[in-house]
């Protein structure tokens, strides 16, 4: 049940089947390139796009929008250490923008950052200052409750083959994004403090769904069944050495970031970092309104009744999926859901992206917004052919959730005529292909 209710509403609008027809060919088959005003459910993240409560909004009004020594600033970072346990914080615009920062100062040419999976921009951030990012996740079995997890063996065998002293950061996010959201136990963060002391390396958590990740610990960690949602969150952070959050996702708000860190001369560093690349340390690239929206969504992120609702909700579209016989990733995990477009569509090859077809033909039946996560967008990866579905926080309802299974239940209806897609213009970095490629029906 969710323990809240809409004060302020947005109207959407389902255009019809025609519109939403021209509105696919003149997007070139990209569903980024559609005007969000022709989206009915927006799916295609869970960053930034929540809804603010009455209580953050009401805060906005105070913000102090001083350069330096900003109110607002102050009241960011008393939430942090309540909410985090961290005393020490560089604001930043958002997330990338605090892995800028952060990388910037532990990553140099050379090194190679081990991580439970990397999301793409702390990939690249890595990359960008010379590193190898390597993905170390364990090897899931199906009823594994955590299968967020780092293995710390496979980064004992990189530490053995590259040299520990060429790891100089260790990082674990919470939940694993990149890994259909799903979460990581307290224990498995345990044994990566314990890596990270063995190598010597700066143990980083990326802490973007750290209370969805808590919620989960609570569910499923036997240590944890009696301990708040609250107490969790703190808990999980406190072997981190430092932490990366983009502000938009467990902040609960529109834009911001920050690291976090313990140690004096890293906070020096990342301090000086931060006003060069983010604004001055107590904005960092944001308006003091923007720092106080996220003091008050860190803290009602680790309500009970929030969280319960928001991880359950992302369930709730799990299972009724499920009843129309869609194949999803199982258990669903705190932000997403993720579709099997292969097992959905076993008659569009590879090449021919299932999940862009997917993904397309879900807004063409039902004005619905996912994000293909396969070969379109990954280009020669060998990985599944995934279709994302992420529910912004506090924002869809029930029918809403009715609606995204019935238009899988009408793509599956007309399964035998579909067809695939080719790329009919791409831009020149290949990573970023899925923002602006344009395709067409084969
Ligand atoms: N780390 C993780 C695990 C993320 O999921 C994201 C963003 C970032 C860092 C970067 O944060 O967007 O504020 O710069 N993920 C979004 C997504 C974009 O759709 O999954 P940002």
């Given at each position: 049940?969710?323990?809240?209710?809409?004060?302020?509403?947005?109207?959407?609008?389902?255009?019809?089947?025609?519109?939403?027809?021209?509105?696919?060919?003149?997007?070139?088959?990209?569903v980024?390139?559609?005007?969000?005003?022709?989206?009915?459910?927006?799916l295609?993240?869970?960053?930034?796009?929540?809804?603010?409560?009455?209580?953050?909004?009401?805060?906005?009004?105070?913000?102090?929008?001083?350069?330096?020594?900003?109110?607002?600033?102050?009241?960011?970072?008393?939430?942090?250490?309540?909410?985090?346990?961290?005393?020490?914080?560089?604001?930043?615009?958002?997330?990338?923008?605090?892995?800028?920062?952060?990388?910037?100062?532990?990553?140099?040419?050379?090194?190679?950052?081990?991580?439970?999976?990397?999301?793409?921009?702390?990939?690249?951030?890595?990359?960008?200052?010379?590193?190898?990012?390597?993905?170390?996740?364990?090897d899931v079995a199906d009823d594994d409750?955590?299968k967020?997890?780092?293995?710390?063996?496979?980064?004992?065998?990189?530490?053995?083959?590259?040299?520990?002293?060429?790891?100089?950061?260790?990082?674990?996010?919470?939940?694993?994004?990149s890994m259909a959201g799903q979460?990581?136990?307290?224990?498995?963060?345990?044994?990566?403090?314990?890596?990270?002391?063995?190598?010597?390396?700066?143990?980083?958590?990326?802490?973007?769904?750290?209370?969805?990740?808590?919620?989960?610990?609570?569910?499923?960690?036997?240590?944890?069944?009696?301990?708040?949602?609250?107490?969790?969150?703190?808990?999980?952070?406190?072997?981190?050495?430092?932490?990366?959050?983009?502000?938009?996702?467990?902040?609960?708000?529109?834009?911001?970031?920050?690291?976090?860190?313990?140690?004096?001369?890293?906070?020096?560093?990342?301090?000086?970092?931060?006003?060069?690349?983010?604004?001055?340390?107590?904005?960092?690239?944001?308006?003091?309104?923007?720092?106080?929206?996220?003091?008050?969504?860190?803290?009602?992120?680790?309500?009970?009744?929030?969280?319960?609702?928001?991880?359950?909700?992302v369930a709730?579209l799990g299972n009724l999926l499920q009843e129309a016989d869609v194949p999803i990733f199982a258990p669903t995990g705190?932000?997403a859901v993720y579709v099997d477009a292969e097992e959905f569509l076993p008659e569009i090859p590879r090449e021919q992206f299932p999940g862009q077809v997917l993904t397309c033909e879900l807004y063409r039946e039902g004005?619905v917004?996912g994000v293909e996560l396969g070969e379109f967008a990954f280009?020669?990866e060998d990985r599944p052919q995934l279709v994302r579905l992420c529910?912004?926080?506090?924002?869809?309802?029930?029918?809403?959730?009715?609606?995204i299974a019935e238009s899988f239940e009408k793509v599956a209806e007309r399964r035998d005529e579909l067809r695939g897609l080719?790329?009919?213009?791409?831009?020149?970095?290949?990573?970023?292909?899925h923002?602006?490629?344009?395709?067409?029906?084969v």
């Open positions: 049940m969710r323990a809240y209710r809409a004060k302020v509403v947005e109207p959407i609008h389902l255009p019809d089947r025609d519109e939403r027809e021209a509105n696919l060919e003149s997007a070139g088959y990209n980024f390139n559609l005007d969000s005003e022709d989206v009915f459910i927006d295609l993240t869970d960053s930034g796009t929540g809804t603010m409560s009455d209580e953050q909004w009401a805060a906005m009004m105070r913000g102090d929008e001083a350069y330096a020594g900003s109110d607002s600033f102050k009241r960011l970072q008393d939430s942090v250490s309540d909410v985090m346990g961290f005393e020490k914080i560089v604001p930043a615009h958002q997330g990338r923008g605090a892995e800028n920062v952060l990388y910037g100062v532990l990553i140099s040419e050379g090194d190679y950052v081990p991580n439970n999976t990397h999301f793409d921009t702390t990939r690249a951030h890595i990359v960008n200052n010379g590193g190898t990012p390597v993905d170390c996740p364990i409750p955590f967020g997890n780092l293995d710390p063996d496979k980064v004992r065998d990189l530490a053995g083959d590259v040299g520990a002293e060429n790891i100089p950061v260790l990082v674990v996010t919470v939940t694993n994004n979460p990581v136990s307290v224990e498995n963060i345990r044994e990566a403090r314990d890596v990270a002391d063995e190598i010597d390396a700066t143990f980083v958590i990326d802490a973007c769904r750290f209370a969805e990740n808590a919620y989960f610990v609570q569910q499923r960690e036997d240590e944890f069944s009696d301990a708040s949602v609250a107490d969790i969150a703190r808990e999980e952070l406190s072997f981190a050495d430092a932490i990366v959050m983009s502000g938009k996702k467990d902040a609960l708000s529109n834009i911001g970031g920050f690291v976090g860190v313990r140690d004096d001369s890293l906070f020096e560093a990342t301090k000086q970092r931060g006003i060069l690349y983010e604004g001055f340390t107590t904005y960092g690239g944001l308006a003091g309104r923007d720092l106080e929206a996220m003091a008050v969504g860190l803290r009602e992120a680790v309500t009970e009744s929030y969280i319960e609702s928001r991880v359950e909700q709730e705190g932000h004005g917004r280009p020669g529910l912004p926080r506090r924002s869809y309802f029930r029918d809403h959730l009715e609606h080719t790329v009919v213009s791409e831009p020149e970095m290949e990573e970023l292909r923002f602006s490629a344009e395709l067409e029906p």
